[in-house]
């Protein structure tokens, strides 16, 4: 088992900022490529950023290319994505996930292991 929690969420201004983190317990983390999702109300969980086990690859959603960066410190056992330029489409409760097996990375059924989401607000 891996457990999952995030933090960091919030309410910001359009054009703002903010830091998620995503803390891990139980199994290796180093182990497991980690992604982070979103969901917005009414709308399908979908798919924001990846990174390897190692940190070296990342994968972004073209809607927050340029915007966020995802990263991880294997030593803290935890997982970052810095948001940058804000927008109120990026209004939604924002989880992250471990993978240990590849597969198609924007799907969530990729991932093992779910934490329960943080929100981010973002007004304009």
């Known amino acids: 088992q891996v457990q999952l929690v995030e933090s960091g969420g919030g309410l910001v201004q359009a054009g703002g900022s903010l830091r998620l983190s995503c803390a891990a317990s139980g199994r290796t983390f180093s182990n497991y490529a980690m992604g982070w999702f979103r969901q917005a109300p009414g709308q399908e969980r979908e798919f924001v950023a990846r990174i390897s086990w190692s940190g070296g690859i990342t994968y972004y959603a073209g809607s927050v290319q340029g915007r966020i960066s995802i990263s991880r410190d294997n030593a803290k056992n935890t997982v970052y994505v810095q948001m940058n330029s804000l927008k109120p489409e990026d209004t939604a409760v924002y989880y992250c996930?471990?993978?240990?097996?590849?597969?198609?990375?924007?799907?969530?059924?990729?991932?093992?292991?779910w934490g329960q989401g943080t929100q981010v607000t973002v007004s304009s």
């Open positions: 996930a471990a993978s240990r097996y590849a597969g198609n990375i924007y799907l969530t059924t990729s991932y093992e292991y």
